[in-house]
């Protein structure tokens, strides 16, 4: 299973980025995918989830009303939309897929993408 995160990059606050992660190796509608973010010497969070045929969605309340996660089972990629970008936002953002439904727990996650850079400046 391989996953492969693209989209990150220097924005300035109040900007906003679209984050892709496509997925090859595994039956990508039957799971649940999920965003993770490491912020700069901080421990990894959860960012957003949804469920494998899209309806269920979950939001960490940091990014609620900012954030919006979608996939696309035809293409074997989801999305994250980052809009209303606050430097806080700076991290590194993982794509994972889920094991079984949607969750904000990491450990619910088997699979990881290598991490995509965002960099909000203020």
């Known amino acids: 299973v391989q996953l492969q995160a693209s989209g990150g990059g220097l924005v300035q606050a109040g900007g906003s980025l679209r984050l892709s992660c496509t997925v090859s190796?595994?039956?990508?509608?039957?799971?649940?995918m999920g965003w993770f973010r490491q912020p700069p010497g901080r421990e990894r969070e959860f960012v957003a989830t949804?469920?494998?045929?899209?309806?269920?969605?979950r939001y960490a309340g940091s990014v609620k009303g900012r954030f919006t996660i979608s996939r696309d089972n035809a293409k074997n990629t989801e999305y994250l939309q980052m809009n209303s970008l606050k430097p806080e936002d700076t991290a590194v953002y993982y794509c994972?897929?889920?094991?079984?439904?949607?969750?904000?727990?990491?450990?619910?996650?088997?699979?990881w993408g290598q991490g995509t850079l965002v960099t909000v400046s203020s």
């Open positions: 949804i469920s494998s045929g899209g309806g269920i969605t």
């Open positions: 190796g595994t039956t990508f509608n039957a799971y649940a």
């Open positions: 994972a897929r889920g094991r079984d439904g949607v969750s904000a727990s990491a450990s619910d996650y088997a699979y």
